[in-house]
Every structure is written in structure tokens, then in C-alpha cells.
């Protein structure tokens, strides 16, 4: 029976290629591969995960399915999806349902699609997949993607669903902070690895991921100049962060927006410009936000902004900028080019929205480069197995991964980039240890 839903199956061909080199890029992934090929350690093992379906994605779930597992995959954003790389994972045999631009009803009838098909481990980017489950497991009908996930969900017990779930991952800090929640409001049905919160994901894939991939996507979408704009970077956290110093690198002057002060004394000293939102709407060119907030540029702040002031995302949700703000101030709203919107205020300015205010990086790019997704995925793939091997035996908590397995990583990533690093001596392991010997 066919199990997938992608817009064009006959794009497979075009998706292998990718794949193809995403692999060539994965070395580490490729490592954990070559094992997982021999033990089959996800044998009779069904996966059900909520991801952004992109050449990456492809290589660690061919990889799991190389272990064994049984793959149900529905796209983490109704505009990530890379449709020749669904078809691509059709034709391996993932039961994938994706496709770019699905409607908010597509989006959430494909996550019912994985919750129905009973997996024992979940992986999320974002959480929408396990919130669905926690939704229906609580009765949460009045919830719209509650009441779409049970249709497709059906007579399925939920309960037994749950009761068949030994944990799942998360890849992203807005996916973390909402599990977060959870388990504080002691409704978390099953333990969570938070794999953002491990050193080789959070300080590759959000820093030099985003950074690269975010200003990739906006020079696609508009083919702008980044040398000489005034660029305005909301939030100063690791995807922030990126995102300016890149943005610096070529050649912009980065202004930095954030509420945390620790933080702000970070960007200042870092070099930019640090200052509030109001200040920042009269005299930036781009404005970025990356906070994992809502409505962070809003109604007072649009109508500050110059003619022809840009305004991408690269948070996880279309929330930081207040599109609902930005309706009620225009006149008229027109898609000029694909990925631009230009928005007319009813001051006569017009603003141009890149993507919707959906992540900017997988929207009108490819998202983040295969090197830095190697260390992301084998973080999923290595967290998995953990939840596996514990047994049943972790609480419903939110978990990191063991500091062990993230610096085994970090040591396999620079193995395979020849990178030789220095070992302690005896002696320094000693006198590290020892608090006798002073000045
Ligand atoms: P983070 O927690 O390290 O940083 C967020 C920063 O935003 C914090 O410093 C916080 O104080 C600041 N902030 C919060 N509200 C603000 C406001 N109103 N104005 C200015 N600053 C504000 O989080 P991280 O890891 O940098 O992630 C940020 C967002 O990016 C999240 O939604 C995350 O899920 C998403 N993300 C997106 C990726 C992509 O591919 N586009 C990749 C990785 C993360």
C-alpha cells in the first residue's frame, strides 16, 4: 500500500543526487552508519518524526532505516520541506508526508499520520509532533491541530499510543523551551533527550548553521547587498549571534537587539551596536530576528522603519514578527518574487516580508550546510539509541544527552577533519586535580 503523500514523486531522481551529497559531507554520520548497518540495534523499532525534510534529514533517517527502524516522517514547517528529497525518501521506503507549502490542515494531518502509525520513539524540531500527542492524550479537542491530528488519528486508542512511546528527541531550543514547560507543569507523558542542548549541536548547527544559512537564504530571496546595510539582529543567542557576526563579515553594521543584559554586554563587547527595538525600526535596512519570541518587531515598530526596510526570520515559529500587526497597518500586501511580500502602510511606506516570517534559512535556502548537520544528526541518532538502551528507565523528564557521548562526538568530527588536538600529560591531569601547590 502507498504511504506517502510528497507533491511529485517523479522529483526522486533530482533528491538522490542531494542526498548524495549531504552523504559525501556526513562523516560522522557516515560512521555511525557503518555500525548501525552491522548491529541493527532499531530492529522492529518504529520512529515517528516531525523534522524539516531536507537532504540532512534524509541522510539520518536512511541511516536509522539502515538500523532496522520502520520511518514515519511529516516536515517540521509547512515551508522546509525539499519536495525532490521527499520523493527521494518515498521511493527509499520512509513513509514521508511533506511537501512545501502545505496548508496549516496538510501540515496537521501529516503529523497524524506519524502519531497513527504507533512509534516507540519520537524525534521532533520544534515539538508540534509530541504537542499533538500530549493534546490528544489530554483531550485537548478545542486545540485546532488537536481536533485535525484525532481525525486521521481515529479509533486508535491514545493511550495505548503513549503507552507504547519509550521517549523522544528534540532538535530545537523553541522545541526544548515548550517540553520545558511540560514537564514543569508535570504533564510530560515520556522522557525527552533536548539534543539542541548538547555543546556539538547548539554551538554548530544554531552559531555557524543559522549564521551561514539565514543570510544565504535572504541574498536568494532578494539578491541584496549585504555590504554597507545597516542589519538589525534580534536576539544575541546562539543563532543570533551567528547571524551577526556573519552579517559583520560582509561588510554590514550589525545592531544588536536583546532583553537579556548579560547578553547585551556580550554583543556590545563584541563589537555592534546594541540598542532597543524603537531605535533600531528608524535605521535599519534588514532586520533578523532570531529570539524564539513572539511579536519582537511589531505595529509601533513598523511604522518607524524606512521605505524598503527588509524583514526576514530565522526563529523557529512565524511569530516574531507580528504578521497580524502588519496586516492591519497595510493597505495592500503583494508577492513581487518568490519568498518577497511587499507590504504598502497606510503611511505610504512599503516594507518587504521574506517567507511568510517563516524561518528564512530552510524557506529560501537549503538550510544549514551538511557538515554542521553531521554533528545535529548523530546527536538524534546517538540519543535515540540512548533512549532505547535506558530501557524504559528514565523519568518523564527532559534530559541532555551524557557529556560523554557529545565530546565523543566533537572527537569523531575532528578526526574526520584530521584536526589533531593536545592531551593532558600525567602530570597536568595531577596538578589539575590537586589545590596544594600556589605561587
Ligand atoms: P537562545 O535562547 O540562545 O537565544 C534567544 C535570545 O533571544 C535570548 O538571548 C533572549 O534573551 C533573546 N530574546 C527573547 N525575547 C527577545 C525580544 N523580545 N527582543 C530581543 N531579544 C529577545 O536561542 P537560540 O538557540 O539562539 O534560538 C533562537 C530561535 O531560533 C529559536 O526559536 C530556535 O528554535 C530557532 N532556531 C532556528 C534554527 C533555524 O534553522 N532557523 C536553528 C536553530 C534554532
Redesign the pocket.
Given at each position: 500500500m502507498k504511504s506517502y503523500a510528497v507533491k511529485n514523486i517523479s522529483l526522486s531522481s533530482e533528491g538522490e543526487k542531494k542526498i548524495y551529497w549531504a552523504e559525501k559531507h556526513m562523516p560522522v554520520l557516515a560512521l555511525i552508519r557503518k555500525n548501525f548497518k552491522k548491529t541493527k540495534p532499531f530492529e522492529n523499532v518504529t520512529i515517528g518524526a516531525c523534522l524539516h525534510v531536507t537532504k540532512e534529514t534524509a541522510v539520518l533517517v536512511s541511516t536509522l532505516k539502515s538500523a532496522g527502524a520502520e520511518i514515519y516522517l511529516s516536515a517540521s514547517n509547512p515551508l522546509s520541506t525539499q519536495d525532490e528529497v521527499a520523493a527521494a525518501l518515498a521511493g527509499r521506503g520512509i513513509h514521508v508526508f511533506a511537501w512545501r507549502g502545505m496548508s496549516k490542515e496538510e501540515y496537521y494531518r501529516a503529523i497524524g499520520h506519524v502519531v497513527k502509525a504507533e512509534p516507540m520513539l519520537t524525534m521532533d524540531d520544534?515539538a508540534d509532533l509530541t504537542a499533538c500527542i500530549h493534546g490528544l492524550y489530554y483531550k485537548e479537542y478545542a486545540r485546532e491541530d488537536v481536533k485535525i491530528v484525532a481525525q486521521v488519528v481515529g479509533k486508535k486508542s491514545i493511550g495505548d499510543i503513549v503507552e507504547n512511546i519509550v521517549g523522544g528527541t528534540e532538535e530545537?531550543?523553541?522545541?526544548v523551551l515548550r517540553l520545558k514547560a511540560m514537564a514543569r507543569e508535570g504533564t510530560l507523558l515520556y522522557p525527552i533527550i533536548a539534543v539542541?542542548d548538547s555543546y556539538t549541536k547548539?554551538l554548530f548547527?544554531?552559531r555557524h548553521?543559522?549564521g551561514q544559512?539565514?543570510l544565504d537564504g535572504i541574498i536568494r530571496a532578494t539578491n541584496m547587498l549585504i555590504a554597507g546595510k545597516t542589519v538589525v539582529v534580534?536576539?544575541?543567542?546562539?543563532?543570533?549571534r551567528g547571524i551577526a557576526l556573519r552579517a559583520k563579515g560582509l561588510g554590514a553594521n550589525v545592531v544588536v537587539?536583546?532583553?537579556?543584559p548579560i547578553?547585551a554586554l556580550e554583543a556590545l563587547y563584541d563589537g555592534f551596536y546594541v540598542t532597543n527595538?524603537i531605535t533600531a525600526s528608524k535605521i535599519g535596512d534588514l532586520f533578523i530576528t532570531?529570539?524564539?519570541?513572539r511579536s519582537?518587531i511589531r505595529k509601533e515598530h513598523f511604522l518607524k522603519m524606512k521605505n524598503g526596510a527588509i524583514l526576514a526570520n530565522?526563529?523557529?515559529?512565524n511569530v516574531e514578527i507580528d504578521l497580524e500587526d502588519l496586516e492591519n497597518i497595510s493597505t495592500s500586501k503583494k508577492e513581487i518574487k518568490t519568498n518577497v511580500t511587499e507590504y504598502t502602510l497606510k503611511n505610504g511606506k512599503k516594507i518587504y516580508l521574506l517567507c511568510e516570517g517563516r524561518?528564512v534559512?530552510?524557506a529560501a535556502a537549503e538550510?544549514?550546510p551538511p557538515e554542521v548537520m553531521d554533528m545535529s544528526f548523530t546527536n538524534q541518532a546517538l540519543a535515540l539509541l540512548y533512549l532505547l538502551k535506558k530501557n524504559r528507565k528514565l523519568k518523564k523528564k527532559v534530559y541532555r544527552l551524557p557529556l560523554p557521548i557529545d565530546r565523543k562526538i566533537a572527537e569523531l568530527k575532528l578526526k574526520s577533519l584530521n584536526v589533531k588536538i593536545e592531551k593532558l600529560t600525567k602530570d597536568q591531569r595531577e596538578y589539575l586535580k590537586s589545590w596544594k601547590l600556589g605561587t
Open positions: 520544534g530545537t531550543t523553541t522545541g539542541n547548539f548547527d544554531n548553521g543559522t544559512s539565514a534580534a536576539g544575541y543567542g546562539w543563532v543570533g537587539v536583546e532583553v537579556n547578553r527595538m532570531a529570539t524564539g519570541n519582537v530565522a526563529g523557529h515559529f524561518l534559512n530552510l538550510g544549514h
